[in-house]
Nanobody
Framework: QPHLVESGGGSVQAGGSLNLTCAGS????????MGWYRQTPGRDREEVAH????????TDIDSVKGRFTISKDNAKSILYLSMDNLKPEDTGVYYC????????????????WGQGTQVTVSS
């Protein structure tokens, strides 16, 4: 049974850091386009960053560029999101996703989602 499990969320003050982890199981992790989405108050769910099966990675939201870094370990089937200099507007639920394909600079055909992990940044 395919599974994605996020961890590492929490509460921090503005300027702090968090490292999110997503453990995948039950599917060929290395063959998928892996991504992080977030749901922030008042906004639609949006893709934060993605990393393709070949390892090409992109941060998709301008406001997090230079602060967030996506990476993965195929051998361990783990996806990471390193978040530095966090801001209150980064508050939300962060989801790990696995997409079957990649096009238009986004992971597509999202097959699996994690349950989400809450990130809260206070000013």
């Amino acid at each position: 049974q395919p599974h994605l499990v996020e961890s590492g969320g929490g509460s921090v003050q503005a300027g702090g850091s968090l490292n999110l982890t997503c453990a995948g199981s039950g599917f060929l992790f290395a063959g998928y386009c892996m991504g992080w989405y977030r749901q922030t108050p008042g906004r639609d769910r949006e893709e934060v960053a993605h990393i393709t099966s070949s390892g090409s990675r992109t941060t998709d939201i301008d406001s997090v560029k230079g602060r967030f870094t996506i990476s993965k370990d195929n051998a361990k089937s783990i996806l990471y999101l390193s978040m530095d200099n966090l801001k209150p507007e980064d508050t939300g639920v962060y989801y790990c996703t696995a997409g079957v394909s990649f096009s238009r600079n986004r992971c597509q055909s999202l097959a699996y989602w994690g349950q989400g992990t809450q990130v809260t940044v206070s000013s």
